[in-house]
């Protein structure tokens, strides 16, 4: 797949099952993490590999953390299915750090650029993945488990694997409502 096909093909796929990326594909994922844009060079980001097992035990967390912060009862009872929705999950961290020239803004989305690069990877080597945030992705509870401080910001949860079913998007958007000249 050449990169222009990637980006004009490229599609979030919610069903997906095993199997995960093998190591060398999830080798590559996270190697593009790594290549995105990056003021200063003071790389703002922590990712956490969830898989296997690892998804009950952040499951579990979900499902404290949701009670903790008295959650509605949808949102409790949906906490520990949510990460067996795919075979891997990727929780990608926006560490931010003081710095003159790099506000906390462009920090977060290069965290944010990480994870596009990381689908975009995963979907290029055949598989599929999904960007999911929600309250997960802004739970104090979650962050404190998770041993982030207060300044992190989860910027999404990337979730990979074989996609369920084979449905190709067709475009939603045409450029001319979206673009203007000056």
Known sequence: MDAIELLLTRQSDSKLTEPGPSPEQLDIIKQAALRVPDHGCIAPWQFILVQGDARIKLGEMYYQCALAEQQSEKVVNRA???????????????????????????????????????????????????????????????????????LDEIVGYLYIGTPAVDCKKSPRHKPESYFTNL
Not at 82 to 110: D, F, G, N
């Open 80 to 150: 520990k299915d949510l990460p067996l929705r795919a075979p891997v999950i990727i929780i990608a961290i926006a560490k931010y750090e003081e710095h003159p020239k790099v506000p906390r803004i462009e920090q977060i989305q290069s965290a944010g650029c990480s994870v596009l690069a990381m689908q975009q990877a995963a979907f290029a080597q055949g598989l599929g993945g999904v960007w999911r945030t929600g309250y997960f992705a802004q739970s104090n509870a979650v962050k404190q488990a998770l041993n982030l401080n207060e």
